[in-house]
T-cell receptor, first 115, second 106 residues
Framework: DSGVTQTPKHLITATGQRVTLRCSPR?????VYWYQQSLDQGLQFLIQ???????AKGNILERFSAQQFPDLHSELNLSSLELGDSALYFC??????????????FGNGTRLTVT | GIQVEQSPPDLILQEGANSTLRCNFS?????LQWFHQNPWGQLINLFY???GTKQNGRLSATTVATERYSLLYISSSQTTDSGVYFC????????FGTGTRLTIIP
């Protein structure tokens, strides 16, 4: 058990809808990362937060947004969903900022299916 | 951003064989990890190894930071070793490699 909790485990929704994925980092970890794993794109970095502030952005669509709250949990919001958004979404946490050497700990992912 | 290439993309081996997986980075990295993705999709952390050599049972890893590559060795393969192996590395952004799909045949 990595200590990173993601909910829900599975989500099935229709095109055009909006969903929220939740992540609770390991106790004490200040950095949260989001990744998307789709069949044709591999594991893609979406966005990173450190102590509530956005630190780095990857290939995140404008329809997607995220935030990290004062209690350090994070939410990834996906709107106007398309079939191609079906993927496994991972959250990971790290004790220190990226510039410091420490491992990334991953949750078990949320599997999103858009029908 | 940093490009991460893994080789080989696919590897099929008989149970008991040894294997070497490679990860090349386009630039130097401060963070480097190896993961095994199991059939249920979970990313299992194998090693955090920005430099040097580490061993854990039948698995070991070596990172040569100055030459921007890392190797994962699996000895005496078992069917439970099957799955996809990823390396992850970078500095400001942490990028996954394209993965190596390992299939161990009984």
């Amino acid at each position: 058990d990595s200590g990173v909790t993601q909910t829900p485990k599975h989500l099935i929704t229709a095109t055009g809808q909006r969903v929220t994925l939740r992540c609770s980092p390991r106790s004490g970890d200040l950095s949260v990362y989001w990744y998307q794993q789709s069949l044709d794109q591999g594991l893609q970095f979406l966005i990173q937060y450190y102590n509530g502030e956005e630190r780095a952005k990857g290939n995140i669509l404008e329809r997607f947004s995220a935030q990290q709250f004062p209690d350090l949990h994070s939410e990834l919001n996906l709107s106007s969903l398309e079939l191609g958004d079906s993927a496994l979404y991972f959250c990971a946490s790290k004790a220190l900022p990226v510039s410091y050497n420490s491992p990334l700990h991953f949750g078990n992912g949320t599997r999103l299916t858009v029908t | 951003g940093i490009q991460v290439e893994q080789s080989p993309p696919d590897l099929i081996l008989q149970e008991g064989a040894n294997s070497t997986l490679r990860c090349n980075f386009s630039d130097s990295v401060n963070n480097l990890q190896w993961f095994h993705q199991n059939p249920w999709g979970q990313l299992i952390n194998l090693f955090y190894i920005p430099s040097g050599t580490k061993q854990n049972g039948r698995l070991s890893a070596t990172t040569v930071a100055t030459e921007r590559y890392s190797l994962l060795y699996i000895s005496s393969s078992q069917t439970t070793d099957s799955g996809v192996y990823f390396c992850l590395g970078g500095n400001e952004k942490l990028t996954f490699g394209t993965g190596t799909r390992l299939t161990i045949i009984p």
